[in-house]
């Protein structure tokens, strides 16, 4: 008897069970949760274009989702791309992408043997939307720039990552990117600084800090320093990665 109610009240609730289909969703909703998604993972993203049957009404709002899509947890499908995400990449690239921007831009200005200086314009593209990888290899190439006020630009862009306390975890994800997916050999392109950043002698800052700016994690970059210095420091750094002579 227990066992006849039990499956009457569950055919019952069975029977009220709507189901919902992203299908259902106003249009300005689904625009939204596109947005969200493609913000999130290229792979979610087109797996809820591939489900969606409405995301074809949206081909005037298309190129906003593409500009967003997000690769950060996908890398391998921007930097080694089959076939079928070359298609998906180029038209990334076409609406503005900032993680296509910089990828491109990334691997045309480091070209080994011809460095191509398109993509510097490509990497400060990316830079300025707020990409933050984008800011710190564009950051640190201008700063490598005898040019005032191309260093000067430089720095607003390392110094947005200093003042996020994100330098060593941004450099770090550079590190990965050139040794996993890149064969980095220096091509003539970025050309060494010839002179320090900070111009102070002696340096105060960096007289306190010397033989020990050994930093652990980013909340050991402390702010209180001699900025330039630590651009200095920076640099050195930069042009190891990037094997610039």
Same mark, same amino acid.
Not at 51 to 77: A, G, H, R, W
Not at 130 to 138: R, S
């Given at each position: 008897m227990a066992s006849t109610m039990r499956s009457e009240i569950e055919r %019952?609730?069975?029977?009220n069970t709507m189901e919902v289909s992203i299908e259902m969703l106003p249009e300005s909703l689904l625009l939204e949760v596109l947005a969200k998604v493609a %913000?999130? %993972? $290229?792979?979610?993203?087109?797996? $809820?274009?591939?489900c969606s049957q409405k995301f074809c009404n949206f081909t005037t709002k298309e190129n906003d989702l593409l500009k967003i899509?997000?690769?950060?947890?996908?890398?391998?499908?921007?930097?080694?791309?089959?076939?079928?995400?070359?298609?998906?990449?180029?038209?990334?690239e076409e609406s503005g992408n900032p993680d296509v921007l910089f990828s491109k831009g990334l691997r045309e200005y480091f070209n080994y043997p011809n460095g191509n200086i398109g993509g510097l314009e490509k990497l400060k593209i990316?830079?300025?939307?707020?990409h933050k990888l984008a800011k710190y290899v564009y950051g640190l190439i201008m700063l490598s720039s005898e040019n005032n006020e191309s260093m000067q630009e430089g720095i607003e862009h390392i110094r947005f990552l200093k003042m996020a306390k994100c330098v060593m975890h941004t450099r770090n994800k550079i590190d990965e990117i050139t040794k996993k997916y890149l064969f980095i050999y220096y091509n003539g392109m970025l050309v060494r600084r010839q002179t320090?950043?900070?111009? %102070?002698?002696?340096?105060?800052?960096?007289?306190?800090?010397?033989?020990k700016w050994i930093m652990m994690n980013d909340e050991d970059d402390d702010l209180s320093y001699c900025e330039y210095c630590r651009w200095d420091h920076e640099l050195e750094i930069f042009y190891q990665i990037f094997r610039v002579r």
């Amino acid at each position: 008897m227990a066992s006849t109610m039990r499956s009457e009240i569950e055919r %019952s609730e069975s029977n009220n069970t709507m189901e919902v289909s992203i299908e259902m969703l106003p249009e300005s909703l689904l625009l939204e949760v596109l947005a969200k998604v493609a %913000s999130e %993972s $290229v792979v979610d993203f087109n797996n $809820v274009k591939v489900c969606s049957q409405k995301f074809c009404n949206f081909t005037t709002k298309e190129n906003d989702l593409l500009k967003i899509v997000s690769f950060e947890d996908y890398p391998k499908i921007l930097w080694e791309p089959t076939k079928h995400a070359l298609a998906i990449i180029k038209r990334c690239e076409e609406s503005g992408n900032p993680d296509v921007l910089f990828s491109k831009g990334l691997r045309e200005y480091f070209n080994y043997p011809n460095g191509n200086i398109g993509g510097l314009e490509k990497l400060k593209i990316a830079a300025e939307s707020g990409h933050k990888l984008a800011k710190y290899v564009y950051g640190l190439i201008m700063l490598s720039s005898e040019n005032n006020e191309s260093m000067q630009e430089g720095i607003e862009h390392i110094r947005f990552l200093k003042m996020a306390k994100c330098v060593m975890h941004t450099r770090n994800k550079i590190d990965e990117i050139t040794k996993k997916y890149l064969f980095i050999y220096y091509n003539g392109m970025l050309v060494r600084r010839q002179t320090r950043v900070c111009k %102070s002698k002696p340096c105060k800052g960096w007289g306190l800090r010397r033989g020990k700016w050994i930093m652990m994690n980013d909340e050991d970059d402390d702010l209180s320093y001699c900025e330039y210095c630590r651009w200095d420091h920076e640099l050195e750094i930069f042009y190891q990665i990037f094997r610039v002579r």
